[in-house]
């Protein structure tokens, strides 16, 4: 049973699609009761996959015994299993803090049920993001999670068709950009496997191909990574529910920049190859581009297009760890991935509680909220203080790791970026919390359910437990994460960052 | 000979491909958009087969298999982004709406 674990975890949530799908159209209560236990099955298997992960390093699984790589092959790391939980956690938190929403509306049982087959069709093609190592079986997984996620938009509001369209067709486009790079790798390398292709190219030193095939992998990811910025998907984030948008600007949208990491890393293997100036130019450009989103952010009147800013802001974090490449850089950026996974998720489930339909929600909701509902008040200020870096908050180890690398690497201009926005996030924090708390005649906010506050909460404390024991993590999931040429072994054995590593 | 004749079956596909892919964008009308996106992606296909069916001089059959599983795929992602189209149909009443949205946005 043990050796089939790794499949096992990436089919439980797709198998049971069908089957909650079906079971909507008999009994919500039926329908809840089957998706708690595969919620509590997945559990299992990935405690089981952690236990084992954890004590032999990796864990292979060839599909129908096919050794990579002619077959597809599932490895399980570490750091990916790690993210898998969060991933699982975020889900399940979004399925219980939905109950509520779907019990209002007592007459829509088959939409309830569809939301839920939508969520696992989702949670199983994000984990074959993390887990599938062959190109091809990427892009499957790619557009499923983009067709569960445009469905998820549907079924959450009907009237986002046109959004849900465009995130599916600009998607879709993006991904067959994917696809372009991987029959261009076929037709250089002959193979699929990307740890084979790293091995190829290696072999061939070919600049060009890699360059080539990065440049179409990056623009594969913009449509999705840019989600849900207002400037694209206008009504999107006043018309669809909170928890739809904490999910899918979640573990959609970091997944996918984890997958980009990947493949430029340790498939392309891009930085070891001299990369153009005009390449260089753009990958600086994208930093400020990215943090550009805080100031549109913090100049929103709604507080949920404030989030959604912020939620695409923050990808600037990860990209400049990624950009440095340094190991100091690479362990904070992997810490704010799984720093953002839960901040983003717990700022749209904040705003949830503030609105009972999907509308605006102008910042003046904020008021008093820390005196009228003060657990919730406690968990914004944690996802705040994480998002501006404010210890113990895992947010803060993540940018202090992210400022070690830049030093490191003696890039003074990141640097600079990084420190000014992480200045501008705290004059955004300490806004928010003078709002939270002064205005006591403010408009009251309406009361809301356990079921929307235990999420929030969890994921606060999730932040937290992740900043105390930020070194545990490091060592044990982060670490072996990263290039092999970082971690503490005498003689690395994958190519890494050229010269840069020597 | 040989060589010229392959050489204009990948141009020809290349500048498909490129006139799909400039459709993308340019189309206003969501089901044009759609047969742009089919075109596009075909195009991909068809310009790897012709890149990799053959192998120093050996047919190889896995970009086939290949190909077949990538098509069968696409007819489906191609019936999904045809119930999305009709869902805005249904809401707005038109398959012509990028424009407004986009005078929306701003």
Redo the contacts between chains.
């Keep these: 049973m043990k050796e089939h674990l790794p499949i096992l975890i990436l089919i439980l949530p797709l198998v049971s699609v069908p089957f909650i799908a079906g079971l909507s159209f008999t009994s919500n209560w039926m329908n809840r009761l089957f998706v708690l236990i595969v919620f509590t099955t997945g559990w299992v298997f990935g405690w089981e996959t952690l236990e084992g992960v954890l004590s032999n390093g990796l864990s292979f699984y060839n599909l129908g015994g096919w050794a990579a790589p002619w077959g597809i092959e599932v490895v399980l790391t570490p750091f990916t299993v790690f993210l898998a939980g969060w991933i699982w956690l975020i889900g399940m938190s979004t399925w219980f803090y939905g109950l509520p929403y779907w019990i209002l509306q007592r007459k829509e049982s088959v939409k309830e049920g569809l939301f839920n087959a939508f969520l696992f069709l989702l949670l199983g093609s994000v984990l074959g993001l993390l887990f599938l190592r062959d190109l091809?079986s990427l892009y499957?997984c790619l557009?499923t999670a983009l067709?569960a996620a445009?469905g998820l938009m549907?079924v959450g509001q009907?009237?986002n068709?046109?959004d849900?369209?465009y995130l599916?067709?600009w998607g879709?486009?993006g991904a067959?950009l994917l696809?372009?790079s991987a029959?261009?790798l076929?037709?250089s390398t002959?193979t699929l496997n990307l740890d084979d292709l790293l091995s190829q190219i290696f072999i061939s030193k070919n600049a060009a191909v890699v360059l080539t095939a990065g440049l179409l992998s990056v623009f594969a990811f913009v449509v999705p990574l840019t989600f849900p910025l207002?400037?694209?998907f206008?009504?999107l984030v006043s018309q669809t529910p909170s928890f739809v948008m904490g999910l899918l600007s979640s573990i959609l949208v970091r997944s996918l920049v984890y997958l980009l990491f990947i493949l430029l890393f340790f498939t392309l293997n891009l930085p070891g190859f001299h990369q153009p100036f005009w390449i260089l130019g753009f990958e600086y450009l994208l930093i400020p581009l990215l943090f550009w989103n805080f100031v549109l952010a913090f100049r929103q009147n709604d507080f949920q297009q404030s989030i959604a800013f912020i939620g695409v802001a923050q990808l600037g974090f990860l990209f400049v760890g990624f950009f440095l490449g340094n190991k100091s850089a690479l362990t904070g950026s992997l810490l704010e991935l799984l720093n953002q996974l839960l901040i983003v998720a717990g700022l749209f489930f904040i705003a949830g509680t503030l609105r009972a339909t999907p509308g605006v929600l102008p910042l003046s909701r904020l008021a008093g909220l820390g005196r009228q509902r003060p657990w919730t008040g406690l968990a914004l200020i944690v996802f705040a203080a994480s998002l501006v870096g404010i210890p113990p908050t895992c947010g803060s180890l993540g940018k202090w790791y992210l400022i070690q690398g830049a030093l490191e690497r003696n890039n003074w201009i990141l640097l600079v970026l990084v420190a000014a926005t992480v200045l501008l996030n705290l004059f955004y924090f300490i806004k928010l919390i003078v709002l939270i708390y002064e205005h006591r005649d403010a408009a009251a906010t309406e009361s809301s359910s356990i079921a929307s506050k235990i999420p929030i909460l969890i994921l606060a404390l999730g932040i937290i437990i992740l900043g105390v024991f930020h070194q545990t993590v490091i060592d044990r999931f982060i670490e072996p994460a990263l290039p092999k040429a970082f971690q503490n072994i005498s003689i690395p054995n994958v190519p890494f960052l050229g010269k840069q590593v020597e | 000979m040989i060589l010229n004749t392959l050489l204009i079956i990948r141009i020809s596909i290349l500048l498909l491909g490129l006139t799909a892919f400039y459709r993308l964008f340019a189309s206003t009308h969501l089901v044009k958009k759609i047969a742009a996106w089919a075109v596009f992606q075909a195009s991909i296909v068809l310009l790897w087969l012709s890149a990799s069916s053959h192998y120093h001089g050996q047919e190889n059959p896995i970009p086939r298999v290949v190909a077949f599983l990538i098509g069968v795929f696409s007819m489906g992602i191609l019936g999904i982004m045809l119930i999305f189209a009709l869902g805005v149909l249904r809401r707005r009443g038109s398959w012509e709406i990028e424009n407004k949205d986009a005078k929306r946005s701003t």
């Design positions: 091809l499957f557009e067709a445009a549907v009907a009237k068709w046109a849900g369209f599916f067709f879709s486009a067959s696809l372009l029959f261009f076929y037709a002959g207002p400037s694209f206008s009504r």
